[in-house]
């Protein structure tokens, strides 16, 4: 069965300083994989994603995210934080075949502090 | 191209009574998902449907739920009888029928409280 791990619940970071949230997943075959960013009260805005090609993959915000299938992993990074980007952000997992339902982790919430 | 559509936002109802959420899904998209979160929880799939057409509804419960994304209108679930565990917040998201895997767009919420 598929399943994503985000093992971190709460970080909290400087503006200014770096980020990388961690997350791994569980998938029997080609992982799609994507991030998501919520803010309070709000929905889901796609961050990034990635299906093939470039492990590597830019998004939006100035985030980035690297594909590692040795580690079964799918880190989300961005160089420096500004105090916007406080918010919860999830991991997912789709399948190849192209209207399936997500599986997401439970999440990873971002405070950024002076 | 308007974004997908959730109403109500906010929803508040008494034990026992029904909650009916809705979710209008992009133009030109066919298929929708409904997801629940539960506080300090990810999103857990429900129900996935195309036009008059349940297609998965494994992560439904058995009882007192249920969906419907009739060939005109939005699409509705239906919670009969809440309880205080129903209380969570109602993600819908939509794709296209040619949808790359997993692209899929999500609406602002239904936030339910059942008090």
């Known amino acids: 069965a598929q399943s994503v791990t985000q093992p971190d619940i709460h970080i909290t970071v400087s503006e200014g300083a770096s980020l990388e949230l961690r997350c791994n997943y569980s998938y029997g075959a080609t992982p799609y994989l994507f991030w998501y960013v919520q803010s309070p009260g709000q929905g889901l805005q796609l961050l990034l994603k990635?299906?093939?090609?470039?492990?590597l993959v830019q998004g939006i915000k100035g985030f980035e995210a690297e594909f590692k299938r040795s580690q079964s992993s799918f880190n989300l990074r961005k160089p420096s934080v500004h105090w916007s980007d406080a918010a919860e952000y999830f991991c997912a997992v789709g399948s190849f075949s192209g209207n399936t339902p997500l599986v997401f982790g439970k999440g990873t919430r971002l405070s950024v502090i002076a | 191209n308007a974004g997908v559509m959730q109403n109500p936002r906010h929803l508040v109802r008494r034990r026992g009574q029904e909650a009916r959420l809705r979710c209008s899904p992009m133009?030109?998209?066919?298929?929708v998902y409904w997801y629940r979160q539960l506080p300090e929880e990810g999103l857990k799939f429900m129900v996935y449907?195309?036009?008059?057409?349940?297609?998965?509804e494994s992560g439904m419960p058995k009882e007192r739920f249920s969906a419907e994304f009739p060939k005109e209108g939005p699409s509705i679930l239906r919670i009969q009888q809440v309880v205080r565990g129903d209380s969570a917040a109602y993600f819908c998201?939509?794709?296209?029928?040619?949808?790359?895997?997993?692209?899929?767009?999500f609406g602002p919420g239904t936030r339910l409280t059942v008090t």
């Open positions: 990635y299906f093939s090609g470039d492990t």
């Open positions: 449907l195309q036009k008059e057409n349940i297609i998965d």
């Open positions: 998201a939509s794709s296209p029928p040619s949808a790359q895997a997993g692209e899929q767009y």
């Open positions: 133009k030109g998209h066919s298929h």
